[in-house]
């Protein structure tokens, strides 16, 4: 899945038919548990888990799987050029940096010449609105060009948890700037037969509101 919506890679295709995913070398970037890379297993590809979060790691660990889990910064990969055909990230590392270009180099580094990189985050058009999944959350509450970063803290005024707002030309030129060649940009409609409610995301909004923004990216 790429997004709360439910996009489905099988459905979408966006990292290509998937009977062409064997043998692949595919690197997830901030994979969590590292659900994708079991998917793609499945598939016959070769994925490598890439995370920050030793704990996320632990779990995929703990879930199981054959294929590498690696803790490492998306913005200085371990790895060789030219290491991987895919690169793929569901909203992972690049809404938690402030320069995403520094981690969009760094996939571009390790893809063969031909290689894509698709990745979702947040649609942007969602900063301007609150977190809420109610009627409440339809009136717009900040500027979508206030690029001020959203921020939680411990109570010693640590911060614990930091996402980075870009608008939509932001991301753009950052995927342009960064070498790659912007395939396609998609902003997946909320099906009906998806009732869920989670934190802002709902059938409400979902219905108005694009929520979920996904780059495809290649290398040429």
Known sequence: MWCPEGLDEVEA??????????????????????????????????PVALDLSHRQLQHALRIGGSFPLVCADAAVLPFADGSFDLACSAYGALPFVADPRLVLREVRRVLRPGGRFVFSVTHPLRWAFPDEPGPEGLSV????FDRTPYVEQDDQGIAVYVEHHRTLGDRVRDVVTSGFRLVDLVEPEWPDWNTSEWGGWSPLRGHLIPGTAIFVCERD
């Open 13 to 46: 295709e966006l990292l290509g038919p998937p009977e062409e995913l064997k043998g692949k070398d595919v690197l997830e970037i901030g994979a969590g548990a590292a659900q994708c890379s079991r998917w793609l297993t499945a598939q016959g590809a070769r």
């Open 141 to 144: 509450s900040a500027s979508y």
